[in-house]
């Protein structure tokens, strides 16, 4: 859909889970796992669709400080450890876009499922929907609190619960391709695909436990790339941006 085709600017979704990879906050030039600009950019995307009414819940990997897999596969960390280490990663970059939120003046809370009382709320599905419905951005980290489940499950089941209407995947691609874009030239970008297109293919679009959450639970998610200029926004308004897989 162009800006022709929605006149009217309304957002063609009410709830909403934005799933973000943790990596996407790092700073390219310095290397600190958390660039200041990066995020006050990403949450000044978030400030505009709340504005439009849509409720909106975030997800935030922790791989930019520390991935649970990697520290177990070349740090000789135990799995369930570093699994914890990187649920508390998320917890620190939630708290980043908490603060960088509010100073926008939106209304935000951060839900954790390891409780930590003095940090943040716990993870209560009641709660989450009433904030949800009083306008705030509601910010779920610590994963699903349960070592060897990422950050993408706990996106497919967070928005299964609070029956959000998609789940908008940002990576570092403009949508799903038929191969690798990066190694491949001629690699053919899809505009939608089905659950079962994505499965024969292969295409690892989530985990195979989070998209099978979202499968099961019919909940679509939609890969976009987050460095394309007011790609939240514009998809929101539904715009033809990345991929839908439904």
């Not at 369930?80 to 280490?85: E, F, L, P, W």
């Not at 390891?114 to 705030?136: D, T």
């Not at 989070?210 to 790339?225: G, K, T």
Request: glycine share 8%.
């Amino acid at each position: 859909m162009s800006p022709e085709s929605n006149p009217s600017g309304k957002a063609q979704y009410k709830r909403v889970v934005l799933k973000l990879s943790g990596e996407v906050l790092r700073c390219s030039e310095t290397g600190d796992p958390i660039s200041w600009d990066t995020l006050r950019k990403i949450c000044e995307q978030i400030k505009e669709i709340n504005e439009l009414g849509v409720e909106v819940c975030i997800v935030i990997g922790g791989g930019n400080i520390f991935r649970g897999l990697a520290g177990s596969e070349n740090q000789g960390v135990d799995r369930t450890t570093g699994d914890y280490m990187g649920m508390l990663s998320t917890v620190i970059n939630g708290l980043a876009f908490m603060e960088c939120l509010e100073k926008m003046d939106v209304n935000t809370r951060v839900q954790t499922s390891i409780p930590m009382n003095q940090v943040a709320e716990p993870f209560i599905l009641r709660r989450a929907i009433r904030h949800l419905e009083k306008g705030r951005v509601v910010i779920f980290v610590a994963g699903t609190g349960n070592p060897y489940f990422s950050t993408d499950t706990t996106a497919a089941l967070r928005a299964s619960e609070v029956q959000a209407e998609v789940i908008m995947k940002a990576t570092k691609v403009d949508g799903v391709y038929d191969k690798d874009p990066m190694k491949h030239p001629d690699a053919v970008r899809y505009d939608e695909l089905t659950y079962i297109d994505a499965l024969q293919q292969r295409l690892n679009i989530l985990d195979s436990t989070a998209f099978s959450l979202c499968m099961d639970n019919e909940v679509p998610i939609l890969v976009f790339s987050l460095s394309e200029k007011d790609s939240i926004k514009r998809a929101i308004l539904g715009e033809k941006v990345g991929t839908l897989v439904r």
